[in-house]
């Protein structure tokens, strides 16, 4: 018996269970009691909807479940970002689906939702997938307007891209299921077809008490704007339906009739799973992050047969380059070494640091992987490039900036996978969010931040402690013991997986028994796209 790996099991099945504890929380959305007059309407709740759509509820995958997350708690919540959104497979085609979530405020727009959508829409263009909106929203959230409504990556931007998509040849169908007011009236009308649901719900630019307060027309909501208006009347939308089943009947139905797609043509086998137990992950990743453990071990029970070939296995050891297969598709895996290396001039390297020679493999691999046409898949457990006087003078930087440099111009479809540190600029190099993944999730032993919470502790207490010291106050150990608790527990709280994905710096909090099948969807998502830009790595510091 290993007492270290149970006790490392142990810990990451608590933090697993804590994960499907919250995701249950999430999908209750806006409570049992908002849900349960949601169906008193006749309506279904956008989840339900969602997985009527879906062929498999269960090979879905969510984006930004966990979107607002202890966010504005002074205006009641808005869990999940008021939105569901999931990627699936609908009469066979693959396709992003966004739904509002009336339960939260109406299906309000808060500052979060409006991200959401957009991160959603930026999914859909990446890899050319069609989207599917599932609107039931009252409009933006007005005690935040000022936060939601007049910049570039605010409400405005996702009517100009439904616009820019449909020029692109990106299917949109929206089913109008609720509300559908102001602004947000442009977003199913501006999609290839639009249909509504028969008295449940309506689309206007302004309701009726605001009709009646511009232009003093009294005029009921379903006259203003319903659907034998816009059906008969305005000829708004396309098809009228029964009710919310028949809506979604008819969206499988036009699903079912588009054509096949220009593939982009990546690499991809019968699948096999790993010979090495997914399950050992549990065991194998340390519970504390400072700890060393073997990455290819954990590749192992990530890659198909639990087989990949390293490259350079000898050189720049603190990366590991290997060619291999997830799910049938082939990949380029980067993935940090958590142990501690010897090179073979004797020198110790210290496991999760990314050195020069590291950096440097990690260029030349990335390049070699985007000459072959084969995704990128990072794992992240990364405390940042060496520092120090050596380094430093070995150009340190210049070899860092060769990294950033490759993964920002490659073209090949990257994924990131958020195993445990990604702390400063090792989160850029390692594909961070800023650094167009086509997917990134972490698993819940994630932590994201400039430092770890106990180096970012010690530098702020410095600061407090000299502080302090000019006001004439006297600092005893237990002040300081204090003042460093105090601070490492609002840093560590920021580090939090879940601090990340409530503001959609990754797009899902996921168990590592997840991750095969997060890679290969996105894989199969980003074979919509043939790749259109060819690589450039531009100016390269030597």
Known sequence: MDIKFNKNEDHNKLLVSDLKRRFAKVQLGGGEKRIAKHHEKGKLTARERIDFLLDDAEKAIEIAAFAGEGMYEEHGGCPSGGVVVKMGHISGKQCIVVANDATVKAGAWFPITGKK????????????????????????????????????????????????????????????????????AYLPIMSDEAMIVDKTASIFLAGSYLVKAAIGETIDNETLGGATTHCEISGVTDYKATDDRDALTRIKNIMGKIGDFEKAGFNRIDAAKPKEDPQDIYGILPAKRSDQYDMTEIIKRLVDNSEFEEYKEGYGQTLITAYARIDGWAVGIVANQRKIVKTKKGEMQFGGVIYSDSADKATRFIANCNQKKIPLVFLQDVTGFMVGSKSEHGGIIKDGAKMVNAVSNSVVPKFTIVVGNSYGAGNYAMCGKAYDPRLIAAWPSAELAVMSGNSAAKVLLQIETASLKKQGKEITPEVEKELYDKIKARYDEQVSPYYAASRIWTDAIIDPLDTRKWISTGIEAANH??????????????
């Open 117 to 184: 959508n957009l991160r959603a829409q930026e999914i859909s263009i990446e890899n050319k997938l069609p989207i599917i909106y599932l609107v039931d929203s009252a409009g933006v959230y007005l005690p935040m307007q000022d936060e939601i409504f007049p910049d570039k990556e605010h409400f405005g931007r996702i009517f100009r891209n439904n616009a820019v998509m449909s020029s692109m040849g990106i299917t949109q169908i929206s089913a109008v299921m609720g509300s559908c007011v102001a602004g947000g």
């Open 529 to 542: 796209a043939p790749i259109e830009k060819k690589f450039n790595l531009g100016v390269i510091q030597v």
